[in-house]
């Protein structure tokens, strides 16, 4: 499970160094845009060597993953990224950006099978054009056939490839959020938001986050180790939703013993809501996203 994904610019060697005390569910040492060409390799070189030396030591979540976002398909520094780093044991992610096709996503799969044979990794596609998201289906499906995955949305670049004038309303991005959201879904996957840039606005970060988790987003790329606490925060159901849930659940046993109905009503929070079944398929999937996230599930008696 998801809840936040935060980038560390793997050319910083101070910024290596605080990303062990980080508490996001996963720490994304980049490779790509935040690594200027030339220190292409003296960031990998660093990077191996940080990974060397402090994989064994204590970190922020101790059940982060560690990821790479390696340079994308194609590049000169592709192949030397998947070569020098792979054979590392902490690495369990991989962030492919400027996946546009499968096509990529197979040059990925064929350099990773040439450096380790059988090694089990989780890939995230990242969206960044036009032409990614027009065929969004064939990617998400790829990755579904692999044994799943994410994608995550780079909103910038899909900006910059499509002359789209971003916004502080978003509205302008609303199509391709929840496009990707239902692409993810469709096929099983995992659906990364955004990055939210106005990192010093912390109303604005909780907006974005609000709206991307009420799109069916898992999680949200943090630009900010700031973001991060608040990030776990919205992505994991607060106690309210937990305790409608489970009356939900409890509510509609009761329904099903006392006369086998499938709908009845409920009265919570001063609201009368009816509740059938695609309302308990909700409750349930909130409630088993709450214990994957590690919080505490109350029965129909709690609260």
């Given amino acids: 499970m998801i809840l936040q994904c935060c980038p560390v610019p793997s050319s910083n060697p101070r910024m290596l160094l605080r990303s062990l005390a980080s508490p996001a569910d996963t720490i994304i040492y980049d490779l790509e845009d935040s690594v200027a060409p030339a220190h292409k390799h003296a960031a990998r070189t660093a990077l191996r060597h940080f990974l060397a030396h402090h994989s064994g030591q204590p970190r922020g979540n101790a059940h982060s993953a560690v990821a790479i976002r390696v340079n994308a398909v194609g590049t000169e520094w592709f192949d030397s990224d998947v070569r020098d780093l792979l054979h590392h044991p902490s690495i369990t992610t991989l962030v492919l950006p400027k996946t546009h096709s499968p096509q990529e996503l197979d040059a990925l799969a064929s350099a ?3 450096t380790a044979p059988g090694r089990a990794l989780e890939v995230v596609a990242s969206i960044e054009s ?3 998201m027009w065929g969004l289906g064939a990617i998400a499906g790829w990755r579904a056939q692999q044994g799943g995955g994410a994608v995550t949305f780079a909103a910038e670049d899909y900006c910059a490839d499509t002359g789209i004038q971003r916004t502080r309303s978003r509205r302008e991005l609303l199509y391709p959020r929840a496009r990707l959201a ?3 879904k469709a096929f099983g ?4 938001d955004m990055v939210c840039v106005d990192y ?6 909780r907006e974005e986050a609000q709206e991307a988790r009420e799109m069916g987003y898992d999680g949200k790329q943090a630009i900010h ?3 991060v606490p608040l990030y776990n925060a919205l992505f994991v159901p607060s106690p309210t939703e ?3 849930a489970a009356l939900i659940l409890a509510g509609m046993e009761r329904a099903n013993a006392r006369d086998g109905a499938g709908a009845f009503g ?4 001063g609201r009368s809501e009816m509740i059938d079944e695609p309302m308990v398929k909700q409750a349930r999937e909130l409630l088993r996203r709450a214990s994957a996230a590690g919080v505490h599930v109350p029965d129909g008696g709690d609260g």
Avoid: F, G, M, W
């Fill in 242 to 244: 937990l305790r409608r």
């Fill in 189 to 192: 996957l995992r659906a990364i």
């Fill in 130 to 132: 036009a032409r990614a």
């Fill in 112 to 114: 990773v099978h040439a």
């Fill in 182 to 184: 239902t692409a993810a």
């Fill in 266 to 269: 409920l009265d919570i929070d």
């Fill in 225 to 227: 180790p700031s973001q």
């Fill in 200 to 205: 010093k606005d912390e109303a604005v970060a």
